[in-house]
């Protein structure tokens, strides 16, 4: 089994949609949650830290449940802008910083 | 702010000569940097954590003579590809964690990427 599985999608969704991604860990130690977006060809970006109380960023929510080690991400009124790949990420270890990424999924925003 | 810089952006090089990327830290120090891989169409796979001024710790499988790390200073990591053949040809990332206090965080540079023909 993985460390951090996400469906890989595509999911294609018209402008204005709700789209929420889902991501599981296999490590119930686990410290730290992240979400980071990539584009094509680029570096990963730090979306949002995840906190045990669930939080919100705009028109992103987030939200761990570590009874069931699972993160979510719920984009809301998605643009074309938001079309990437995000990485559900875990800091699986105490006293390190290193992190475990998912496979991430693909989001793709139709006009 | 947080700015981590790679250099070079992309190189292409022949088979069996070695390659230098770096990776620095332009407004903050970095005690610990992270390099990843990343082949298309697939996640970030960490290769090594490094450490200023002590020895890289590796990840399974990945090996540590013909991916040398070098951390001379607390902005500044190398990852030098020795030998380097085709299969090695991916998406190098580094990053560099910024602490403040207990709190943290990782800042990804650019990536290089690799092609070795």
């Known amino acids: 089994r993985k460390e951090v599985e996400q469906d890989p999608g595509p999911f294609n969704v018209p402008e204005g949609a709700t789209v929420a991604f889902n991501c599981t860990y296999s490590?119930?130690?686990?410290?730290?949650f992240f979400w980071y977006r990539q584009d094509c060809r680029k570096e990963p970006k730090l979306l949002m830290s995840?906190?045990?109380s669930g939080n919100e960023d705009g028109r992103f929510t987030a939200q761990l449940n570590r009874a069931s080690q699972y993160i979510s991400l719920l984009i809301r009124d998605s643009k074309l802008s938001d079309s990437a790949t995000y990485l559900c990420?875990?800091?699986?270890?105490?006293?390190?910083?290193?992190?475990?990424f998912g496979t991430g999924t693909r989001l793709k925003v139709l006009a | 702010g947080a700015v981590v810089s790679q250099h070079p952006s992309w190189v292409i090089c022949k088979s069996g000569t070695s390659v230098k990327i770096e990776c620095r830290s332009l407004?903050?120090?970095?005690?610990?940097m992270f390099w990843y891989r990343q082949f298309p169409k697939q996640s970030l796979m960490l290769m090594a954590t490094?450490?200023?001024?002590?020895?890289?710790?590796?990840e399974q499988g990945v090996e540590k003579d013909k991916f040398l790390i070098n951390h001379a200073s607390l902005t500044l990591s190398t990852l030098t590809v020795t030998s380097a053949h085709p299969e090695d040809s991916s998406f190098y990332i580094c990053?560099?964690?910024?602490?403040?206090?207990?709190?943290?965080?990782?800042?990804f540079g650019p990536g290089t990427r690799l092609t070795v023909t």
């Open positions: 990053s560099a964690t910024k602490t403040s206090g207990s709190f943290y965080e990782q800042y």
């Open positions: 490590n119930s130690a686990s410290q730290s």
């Open positions: 995840v906190y045990s």
């Open positions: 990420v875990v800091n699986m270890t105490s006293g390190t910083y290193k992190y475990i």
């Open positions: 407004d903050f120090q970095a005690t610990t």
């Open positions: 490094s450490n200023e001024g002590s020895k890289a710790t590796y």
